[in-house]
């Protein structure tokens, strides 16, 4: 536990630096395709060889674990088409979101199948709003989209959750997270009975979420989901789910409805369906920033039937600790981006902790070592007065004997055996001929 | 199993089973119209709904209106001046106008020749092309200079130009907007939407000097009322009984009716109370409308190439003005925007009672389908009978040995059945290219001619048959069974392409199904005078005088419709009905097995 709080400590210097040199490498990054910044790559590369190494020492760590180190989340729209403009106006709203509580760009995974903003049929060109008082315009101009158009796709989203990419992938395009990553996974479109339709062409269903989930929990690919979804039949898509710390919440049950919120009458569409939007007035109005201490349960808590119009679910069977513990979890552990990076800060200091550790092992080891060897002078001692005393003290040992050692005692008796064990054999056969001959 | 295939097949044997037929094909027929009559029921209509998501009628303001007010003023000012004038006269006024607007203005000349008349013009059309469109799909306002009533579409105009004046503001269209005015609404719109498709006749029909892309949706303003108005009429009729996409007039109806709050009427049924007549009288209009398969209005003749289109028709008393007007067009053109293919959703095939209540194909085709069914099963039964002795063998010998005798079969002579049927068939030529090729002074005489030698020629006929050939009663049988056979066979295909036109046709020549040849002059003369009057020259004569038409102008109608948009009824009427009805009449009038009794006759002598 102690550890865990010298991390707490000594971690704020490097998380300003890395944002401090992120902040500075904005300008000349393209709007699309995002490319990752090199300090945040290097420094979560060298926390994936550091956590390999350490990793007995995790083990032993016990509580350490239900700490994370990095936030990430993945947004994805399934629809396309005009019609859908709040599908994409309600991932819009969440990606806004999740970056004013501080996961940067470089860690949201977002997925628009159209461009609504450009659509010949927006009245306001250029801008995709999730309210008709229209008073924040959701495109803005600081977006990166990810997977856009056709890009997005049931196989592109699976190999993106589970990292089976080709070396081609740009690192904009994965999720390059660890087992201390919290995970946003939200998603929305039309969906039905464990399936969520992507585009016009294929579907997910739900086991394949639940593989996809598992493989990542295998690859060590997260700390802890938190997976939302708003569809039709929502919790459906989350029954199958079956791999551990994840926690799931979905707009409706099986054969309902999830509901638009209004439509705005000068685009001509509805913006934003129902589920989405009260969640999004629970985050805009009790979690104005990253201190914010409401928890995931106040969030599910204010879901109501009299708001949403359908019945919102959320699982935490999955979870370690269930419910209880799963509603202790911070909002900010999913939407925002407090970290808690264990470590560092300065080589010396780390490496004295690391030597000091070793030599507290080889200690140990060589105190092993010495117990190990008087146990055996003891056990040594022992045998020889018993075979002073008595035979009792071997019978055990020669129990445990099974294959026997071959020997050259009675030579002339074996080759006698064997060989009338042979004529007998030719006996045999020479009889059954013979028989054969008669019949 | 193989003991009932047996059963099965002694009870073909059975000589009772040839009983059932003309019962079961009277059943058909009775079924068939029954079920027509259940429609209107709350069990068997559906209400309307929208199918198709993209189209989201009625969801956006619109603002069509304030100082778009003074224009419409002024451009009627202009269009009032124009009255009288000549076509040319008018299309130079009005290009001025919209190429004042901005937009990209041709002109179409079009002639088409049709009962000694001459149906001239010249479009103009105007493309307001999409700011951030891709121009590869189109939609048409349609507003003819007079409507099918040639009565000047004097606000219809107007509207129509101020639209495109409002529209050309927006920068939200997807698809670009193509503005029609044509001289008239049955000919020119035709011969426009041809060339627009490739698929006119060069020697009649000019080209397009331009164009856009795919047309998706049209709508025709017929505004001839100059008070405020009530409600909208949408008429829908395409030619040849093809209709548009459920989905658009769902829109109008949702959009006029719902977010407007106009009154939305269909097939001129002015005031409808949603009660069991009122739908049955709207579904029987719209069944005759669909079954003559004329044009119906400037929209009629975009639905043949796949265009849904409807044309819009303020009436009434009421306090709604031109703005209202534009606005139900406003609203149904953003819906029409937001399409992002064709119009495939909803009903193509559909029989509308109210505007919220339609019955679909699955519902209505078994009625039309069991009254050509009849004809079916007769022909069958015919053929059948017509395999057996004339005489049964005797029925006291028939029990004992009735499972081992073979059914006794007799040869049937087919040469003189299928020239008679041939024959009936290919004079129908003769009544299609004279009604269709003959001056329209001409056409009333003509017509009365004709029903003279319709009455007569039957008579001839089957005097020169029996006395040439004398054929016996299985001859007049094949006959029979031939003619119903082609019927039959036509009438349920028709069905599935113009079901009104296939139950109307079905029920009127189902006498046919029924006569038969008879030996007492008596009989025969009440045959013939029933056939008569249900012969297709009568039924038009009977039909003109319930309506207080004049058979010349119908004859003509149908004359211009066969010339200009390609209606195909008359073809039904000349070559699947008449050929029936004759071949009906050679049989009533045909005297079997006359040589029979002469042979008799001889061998007592």
């Given at each position: 536990m102690a550890y865990v709080m010298l991390g707490h400590l000594l971690n704020w210097p490097l998380h300003c630096e890395t944002t401090a040199t992120r902040r500075e490498s904005r300008p000349s990054s393209t709007r699309l395709p995002q490319h990752h910044d090199l300090p945040t790559n290097i420094i979560n590369t060298t926390k994936m060889k550091l956590s390999s190494l350490l990793l007995p020492a995790f083990l032993l760590a016990g509580p350490s674990l239900a700490e994370h180190t990095s936030n990430w989340a993945v947004l994805v729209c399934t629809s396309r088409f005009w019609f859908n403009y709040r599908h994409l106006a309600n991932v819009l709203s969440i990606y806004r979101t999740v970056k004013r509580l501080g996961i940067p760009d470089s860690q949201i995974i977002l997925m628009l199948p159209d461009d609504m903003a450009c659509n010949p049929r927006n009245a306001f060109p250029g801008t995709v709003y999730s309210n008709a008082d229209r008073a924040v315009d959701l495109y803005g101009d600081n977006i990166e989209v990810d997977y856009r158009g056709y890009e997005v796709t049931v196989e592109n989203f699976i190999r993106l959750l589970t990292d089976r990419v080709g070396e081609e992938m740009p690192r904009s395009k994965r999720l390059l997270t660890d087992d201390r990553s919290n995970i946003l996974v939200y998603m929305t479109g039309h969906g039905g009975n464990e399936f969520l339709k992507f585009q016009d062409a294929e579907e997910i269903g739900a086991w394949d979420l639940a593989d996809a989930f598992e493989q990542m929990w295998e690859k060590r690919r997260y700390h802890e989901i938190l997976f939302m979804i708003d569809t039709c039949q929502a919790n459906t898509m989350y029954s199958k789910l079956y791999s551990p710390n994840i926690i799931a919440t979905g707009s409706s049950e099986l054969d309902q409805s999830s509901y638009s919120h209004h439509a705005d009458n000068d685009i001509g569409v509805a913006v934003i369906d129902r589920y989405t939007y009260y969640n999004l007035e629970f985050l805009e109005s009790e979690v104005k920033d990253t201190s914010s201490k409401k928890t995931v349960g106040d969030l599910f808590d204010s879901y109501t039937y009299e708001k949403i119009h359908s019945h919102a679910g959320v699982r935490y069977d999955l979870f370690k600790g269930g419910a209880e513990e799963a509603r202790r979890r911070l909002v900010t552990d999913f939407f925002g981006n407090v970290q808690n990076v264990e470590v560092d800060s300065g080589k010396g200091e780390k490496n004295a902790s690391f030597e000091e550790e070793m030599v507290r092992l080889s200690r140990t080891i060589a105190e092993l070592h010495t117990r190990a060897e008087e146990q055996e002078a003891a056990e040594r001692n022992a045998t020889a007065s018993a075979a002073k005393t008595g035979k009792k003290q071997q019978q055990p040992r020669k129990i445990q004997r099974v294959a026997k050692p071959l020997t050259d005692d009675n030579w002339w008796t074996k080759k006698i055996v064997g060989a009338t064990a042979l004529a007998g054999c030719a006996a045999l056969w020479g009889l059954g001929s013979y028989l054969e001959g008669v019949v | 199993m193989p003991r009932l295939l047996s059963s099965a097949l002694a009870l073909r044997r059975d000589p009772r089973i040839l009983k059932i037929p003309p019962y079961l094909s009277l059943l058909c027929i009775l079924v068939g119209a029954v079920w027509l009559f259940l429609l209107p029921l709350n069990e068997y209509s559906r209400r309307t709904y929208i199918?198709?998501?993209?189209?989201?009628?009625?969801?956006?303001?619109?603002?069509?209106?304030?100082?778009?007010?003074?224009?419409?003023?002024?451009?009627?000012?202009?269009?009032?001046?124009?009255?009288?004038?000549?076509?040319?006269?008018?299309?130079?006024k009005l290009e001025s106008i919209v190429r004042g607007l901005g937009l990209k203005t041709a002109r179409q000349n079009f002639t088409y020749h049709a009962a000694g008349r001459t149906f001239e013009g010249e479009n103009l059309y105007a493309i307001l092309q999409a700011p951030r469109g891709d121009a590869t799909e189109a939609i048409v306002l349609v507003a003819a200079w007079e409507n099918v009533k040639h009565e000047v579409n004097k606000n219809g105009v107007p509207l129509v130009l101020t639209l495109a004046r409002y529209f050309k503001r927006w920068s939200l269209w997807s698809k670009d907007i193509i503005i029609l005015l044509s001289p008239d609404s049955i000919a020119a719109p035709q011969a426009w939407v041809d060339a627009y498709h490739d698929a006119h006749d060069s020697s009649r029909v000019a080209s397009l000097p331009i164009k856009s892309g795919a047309l998706q949706g049209?709508?025709?303003?017929?505004?001839?009322?100059?008070?405020?108005?009530k409600s909208v009429h949408i008429v829908y009729d395409g030619v040849n009984g093809q209709l548009p996409n459920l989905d658009l007039i769902n829109s109008v109806v949702n959009i006029a009716g719902g977010q407007m709050g106009m009154g939305v009427a269909l097939q001129e049924m002015w005031n409808h109370n949603d009660k069991?007549?009122?739908?049955?009288?709207?579904?029987?209009?719209?069944m005759l409308k669909q079954g003559l398969g004329l044009a119906s209005g400037p929209h009629s003749s975009f639905i043949p190439y796949h265009v849904d289109a409807v044309t819009l028709q303020p009436f009434g008393e009421g306090w709604q003005d031109e703005m209202a007007m534009g606005r139900v067009v406003e609203g149904t053109f953003r819906s029409l925007n937001n399409l992002l293919e064709h119009l495939h959703q909803s009903f193509f095939f559909y029989l509308l009672m109210h505007r919220e209540r339609f019955v679909s194909i699955g519902t209505y085709l078994p009625s039309a389908m069991l009254v050509a069914a009849n004809f079916t099963i007769m022909a069958i039964f015919l053929w059948m009978k017509s395999g057996q002795p004339e005489i049964p063998a005797a029925s006291t010998t028939e029990s004992s040995d009735k499972d081992d005798a073979p059914t006794p079969t007799t040869e049937r002579d087919l040469f003189l059945p299928l020239a008679i049927v041939a024959l009936s068939g290919s004079l129908s030529a003769i009544p299609l290219y004279i009604f269709n090729h003959v001056p329209e002074s001409a056409l009333t005489p003509l017509f009365y001619l004709f029903l003279l030698i319709n009455t007569l020629f039957p008579i001839t006929l089957s005097l020169t048959i029996t006395t040439l050939f004398s054929p016996n009663l299985q001859q007049y049988h094949l006959v029979k069974s031939f003619s119903l056979l082609l019927l039959g066979?036509?009438?349920?295909?028709?069905?599935?392409?113009?079901f009104s036109l296939a139950m109307l046709i079905g029920l009127l020549s189902a006498p046919l199904s029924f006569v038969k040849p008879s030996s007492s002059p008596v009989s025969r003369i009440v045959g013939f005078v029933l056939l008569n009057l249900t012969s297709p020259p009568a039924v038009l004569l009977a039909s003109a005088a319930i309506w207080g038409l004049n058979v010349g102008d119908i004859l003509r109608e149908a004359a211009v419709a066969w010339h200009v948009t390609g209606t195909y009824s008359a073809v039904v009427v000349w070559c699947v009905w008449w050929p029936a009805w004759l071949a009906g009449c050679v049989c009533v009038l045909g005297r079997p097995g006359r040589d029979q009794e002469e042979e008799k006759k001889v061998k007592k002598a």
């Open positions: - | 199918s198709e998501n993209a189209l989201l009628p009625g969801q956006v303001h619109t603002y069509f209106g304030g100082s778009d007010q003074n224009v419409l003023r002024a451009y009627k000012q202009e269009v009032n001046s124009l009255v009288g004038k000549s076509n040319v006269e008018i299309n130079d049209a709508i025709a303003i017929d505004y001839v009322q100059e008070n405020r108005f069991y007549p009122d739908r049955l009288r709207t579904m029987l209009r719209g066979m036509f009438l349920s295909s028709l069905a599935t392409l113009n």
